[in-house]
């Protein structure tokens, strides 16, 4: 009796400790890559990666979970591949690639329009006003429903530009505005919405002797990007995402030393405000940041966590260096750390870092590189599964790069009030939202997602009769989906 009770207090007691630790299952991969879409349709993210010498890869998923790489696609130019973007360009519901490649004076890039099954057609050649370019970035910076590209074009002597070229949603381009700015030397392009105002903005970043400077280029809805915020910072690794769940993109980054300062124990982030300021926080962690860390509620609280590499702070090689987890409180506080993967500090794990989907189920994965050995070996790739059981979202995202999952209520359906809504969502941009309107009037927003995928569950109290539905599901470009169907509550 007494040993009963005993058991029972511990496990009530463990609960709230259980419900923050996380779970993985790491995986080999053949290769990495930080650019990821669903080119097969499975429900599974492939990885698209640069190759030697002007050539690209793709690795796919396979049948039975895992991953195989792609023939290597060489890029008509012979220049090197300086740059992916992804997007359903013709709107035919497959996946499409847009291929940035540096060749001397080459003013081209190409589209690869996807065959839904893993392989793409032969590249289309598109020229551009000027030339050279050193990033692209997709999105529908218009709100026409059609996605766009935006070009970088930074070189070492002038101030940098931003180039949009409109989609005709049949997989051509037409130029669209020009925008200039101040900033030399901006190197990697993000998109992401830091004001929240529903148009794309473009984040991008400029390291010199000083340290790095951060800047923001917010959008007009109609493909001028400009009034940029900037931020001064150390840090030379950074990404993109909402990492207070609150609808405005943010940036985040290790603390890596730049230069003569040393690598420190805390992450920092810069928060989207409405009012167009990047706010600043630091995020302590129990040991010195580097490389790019990565956001997403790994254990199904509904709150962002953070997943970092992080070492002991000294620099020698054979320290020990780890991918750690962050679990996320709520209201910009974190918790407590948990060590997901062990290494060394000469094998520096947490390269190419990607949150995505690498199984069907609705827990976002984790993908990333590292040195095969302290003595070198070139890169070893991991994707580590996440096996966490949180209360993760209840439907699954279908298994199609677009598109919506409705696990309840089905169309047609006569349901008892509160109607339980239970939906998944795939983009073919990285998803913010998925929301449910009844006859006209919007009853639930669920900012939840992950990588191109957004869920909701919620139950809506309704009145009898028969009820109009309508689910949208929005990128962080605010491009839409829709599906209407009718319901009737007893
Ligand atoms: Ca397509
Ligand atoms: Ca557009
Ligand atoms: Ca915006
Ligand atoms: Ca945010």
Redesign the pocket.
């Known amino acids: 009796m007494h040993r009963l009770l005993a058991l029972a207090a511990v496990a009530f007691f463990s609960l709230p400790v259980l419900s923050q630790s996380v779970s993985f299952n790491p995986i080999s991969l053949p290769k990495g890559g930080q650019v990821i879409g669903d080119f097969n349709g499975d429900g599974r993210e492939d990885i698209l990666s640069y190759y030697s010498s002007g050539h690209f890869q793709l690795q796919i998923s396979n049948a039975d979970g895992n991953y195989f790489s792609e023939p290597p696609v060489a890029v008509p130019n012979g220049g090197n591949v300086s740059g992916f973007a992804v997007g359903d360009f013709n709107r035919d519901g497959n996946l499409d690639l847009a291929v940035l490649s540096s060749a001397q004076n080459s003013n081209l890039f190409y589209i690869y329009l996807g065959n839904g099954d893993g392989t793409l057609r032969a590249p289309v050649a598109h020229a551009l006003s000027f030339a050279p370019y050193s990033a692209i970035a997709a999105a529908d910076v218009n709100h026409d429903g059609k996605m766009d590209l935006v070009f970088m074009n930074s070189p070492s002597n002038s101030a940098a530009t931003f180039v949009t070229e409109l989609g005709n949603g049949s997989g051509g381009f037409t130029a669209g505005p020009v925008s200039n700015s101040t900033y030399y030397n901006l190197y990697n392009l993000y998109t992401g ?9 473009l984040f991008s970043g400029t390291c010199g002797p000083g340290g790095c400077n951060l800047i923001v280029f ?2 007009d809805g109609a493909g001028r990007f400009g009034s940029p915020t900037s931020a001064s910072a150390n840090q030379s690794d950074w990404t993109v995402a909402d990492v207070d769940r609150d609808g405005k993109s943010d940036i985040l980054t290790s603390t890596m030393g730049y230069i003569n300062s040393k690598d420190q124990p805390y992450l920092s982030v810069w928060y989207g405000a409405s009012n167009r300021t990047l706010v600043a926080k630091q995020i302590p962690t129990t040991q010195c940041t580097f490389g790019q860390p990565a956001v997403g509620d790994f254990n199904g609280d509904h709150i962002p966590d953070i997943i970092f590499p992080e070492h002991n702070c000294t620099t020698s090689q054979t320290s020990s260096a780890e991918i750690a987890f962050l679990a996320g409180k709520g209201s910009r506080t974190f918790g407590s750390e948990q060590t997901l993967f062990n290494s060394t500090y000469a094998q520096q794990p947490g390269g190419a870092t990607a949150v995505m989907r690498g199984n069907h189920d609705t827990k976002p994965d984790y993908l990333f590189s590292q040195t095969a050995s302290t003595s070198g070996g070139g890169q070893a790739y991991y994707l580590l599964m996440n096996q966490t059981s949180g209360k993760f979202a209840a439907c699954t995202a279908p298994n199609h790069p677009t598109g919506f999952h409705v696990c309840s209520p089905a169309s047609g359906s006569t349901v008892y009030s509160p109607v339980k809504f239970s939906i998944g969502a795939s983009g073919q941009v990285p998803m913010r939202k998925v929301e449910v309107w009844v006859d006209g009037v919007k009853k639930y927003e669920s900012l939840y997602g992950f990588s191109h995928y957004a869920f909701l569950d919620a139950s809506i109290p309704l009145s009898s009769g028969t009820h109009a539905i309508a689910v949208f599901a929005a990128g962080w470009d605010n491009s839409l989906q829709l599906k209407q169907y009718s319901i009737t509550v007893h």
Request: aromatic share 18%; no cysteine; net charge negative.
């Open positions: 919405d830091f004001d929240g105002d529903g148009k794309a903005d917010y959008g």
